[in-house]
C-alpha cells in the first residue's frame, strides 16, 4: 500500500508552505525453494515465512512562485526531509535478517503549476536531495556444517553522504 500526501498553505500572495507525507507499507508471505545436490541424491527443501518493508519520508518546503498574475506560474522550492525504512525477513529455518535506513538533508526543487481555472491547478516539478544516510544490516543462518546448531551472523553499518534525484513528479491540486 502507497499513500502519498502533500498539503500546501500560502501566507503571501506568492510564498507557501508545503509539507509531504509518503507512506509504503508491504507485506508479503514467502516460499523459498533450495534444491541440494549431494553425490548419490538430490533434496528440495521448502522453506516459508514473511518478509515486509515500510518507508516513510516527510518533507516541509518552501515554494517561492515568481508570477503569480500569469496562469502559467514557475515556481522554486527548498526545504528539509527525513527518510526511514526498515525491512524484515523471517523464514523459518532459512534465515532472519533486519536491515533499517534512515536519512535526512535538503531538497531542491523547481517547476511550473498551470491554473487551468482560478482553484485548480496542475503542476509539474524536477527534484533532488542531498543529506546524510544510515544502512544497518543484520543477518543470521543456520550453518549447515556445523554439528552444535550455531548461526553464521553477519552484521555491517554504511553511513555517508549524498546527493540524488527525486526526478519529475506531476501533480494537481484543488485550492479552498
Known amino acids: ?16 508552505l508545503r509539507f ?16 541440494n545436490v549431494y553425490t548419490d541424491t538430490t533434496e528440495i527443501v521448502e522453506y516459508n515465512g514473511d518478509v515486509a518493508n515500510t518507508q516513510i519520508y516527510l518533507a516541509l518546503q518552501y515554494l517561492y512562485y ?8 514557475p515556481f522554486v522550492g527548498i526545504g528539509a526531509h527525513y527518510l526511514y525504512s526498515p525491512h524484515s525477513e523471517n523464514i523459518t529455518d532459512y534465515r532472519i535478517a533486519s536491515n533499517d535506513s534512515y536519512g ?19 503542476n509539474a516539478e524536477y527534484g533532488a536531495r542531498f543529506g546524510y544516510n544510515s544502512y544497518e544490516y543484520s543477518y543470521e543462518r543456520p550453518s549447515y556444517y556445523s554439528d552444535t546448531g550455531e548461526m553464521n551472523k553477519d552484521y555491517s553499518k554504511t553511513t555517508g553522504y549524498s546527493f540524488s534525484s527525486n526526478g519529475v513528479k506531476f501533480g494537481l491540486s484543488i485550492y479552498f
Not at 515568481?66 to 506560474?73: A, C, G, K, V, W
Request: net charge negative; no cysteine; glycine share 6%.
Open 1 to 16: 500500500m502507497t499513500k502519498n500526501d502533500k498539503a500546501k498553505y500560502y501566507f503571501k500572495l506568492n510564498s507557501a
Open 20 to 35: 509531504g507525507v509518503d507512506l509504503d507499507f508491504e507485506s508479503e508471505d514467502v516460499n523459498l525453494y533450495e534444491k
Open 66 to 73: 515568481f508570477d503569480i498574475n500569469n496562469s502559467i506560474t
Open 104 to 122: 535526512y538533508g535538503v531538497n531542491f526543487l523547481i517547476g511550473v503549476e498551470w491554473f487551468v481555472r482560478k482553484n485548480i491547478g496542475i
